[in-house]
């Protein structure tokens, strides 16, 4: 059984379900607001822990990431747990968001959105992680730092991305989001831009 935390009311139209990056748990600041953010907007939110961070939680080993295979896994086992596919929009932060991206199109899910998307390792922007999002048909929202080492506008700009995937990018952040303090704009504020982009995504598809 997958543990989920919830925010938002349990009647919403859509249930947006967020996972984790690699490092973070799923209460860390950055999912806290935007779940949080999300409830506030009259969706449900529902948040989950892949189970090597269930493990840090629970026992405090401080393993690193499972499997891509059992990552997947555990997407589909949270899914199947919840409402119908159709009502869910599926994501998170980083690692938790590609993973997602992964089986958008299998679950048949009503959208995506992903946080700080990884679309290459740092420092390795010859060996792009794109393939699948080439292909997408899943409605697809990537809100992005244009300062984040996993992927620059113009790196971005090249790949060919699906025309399902709607890109929002934030001046100067980086992968969380922050910006140069020289920059005039505030961390906050990118997670409110952040946040108030996916509200409109959210709306679009509950229409």
């Known amino acids: 059984m997958t543990e989920f935390l919830f925010d938002g009311p349990e009647d919403a139209p859509l ?3 967020l996972a984790h ?4 748990p799923m209460d860390n600041a950055f999912m806290n607001y935007f779940a949080k953010g999300v409830a506030g907007l009259g969706y449900r939110c529902a948040r989950f822990e892949f189970p090597y961070m269930a493990r840090r939680r629970t026992e405090g080993k401080r393993g690193g990431p499972d499997s891509q295979t059992r990552l997947l896994e555990s997407w589909r086992t949270a899914v199947g747990e919840l409402a ?10 980083s690692m938790g968001g590609r993973m997602a991206s992964m089986v958008a199109d299998e679950l048949g899910v009503a959208g995506l959105i992903c946080l700080g998307y990884p679309f290459h390792a740092p420092g390795r922007p010859d060996s792009p992680r794109i393939a699948h999002l080439q292909e997408l048909r899943t409605k ?4 992005q730092g244009t300062r984040d080492p996993f992927g620059s506008p113009d790196e971005v700009a090249g790949y060919g991305l699906s025309p399902a ?5 934030l ?9 140069r303090k020289a ?3 505030t961390h906050r504020g990118n997670w409110d831009e952040a946040l108030a982009t996916m509200g409109d995504f959210l709306a679009e598809l509950k229409q």
Do not use: C, N, Q, Y
Not at 21 to 24: F, L, N, Q, V
Not at 165 to 169: A, T
């Open 15 to 17: 249930t947006v379900v």
């Open 21 to 24: 990056g690699a490092g973070a």
């Open 84 to 93: 119908e596919a159709a009502s869910l929009v599926i994501g998170g932060k």
């Open 140 to 143: 697809a929202l990537i809100v």
């Open 165 to 169: 995937i709607r890109l929002h990018w």
């Open 171 to 179: 001046e100067v952040g980086d992968h969380d989001f922050k910006p």
């Open 183 to 185: 920059s005039g704009r």
